[in-house]
């Protein structure tokens, strides 16, 4: 009995063997649209990365005057 998965694109159902050779894909496209859609999801880590270091100019002073007073008691 052969295996029968569903294309992860389309859900349409392949044989899982030598003659799909684009399993779990029905087809050279499918692969290529969810190959794509990884690539898309890629992109957008960075973008919610950088949302989450949202210093502003404030904050940025704050951390040089903290970092300043330790050199200061470094060197006393
Ligand atoms: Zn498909």
Known sequence: MATI???????KEVIWGPESAFRPFCSDRC????LGAW???EHKIPDKGRADLPLSEQQLEQLENELLEQDNEFFK
């Open 5 to 11: 998965v569903k294309c992860p694109t389309c859900q």
């Open 31 to 34: 692969r290529l649209i969810d």
């Open 39 to 41: 690539a898309n999801e």
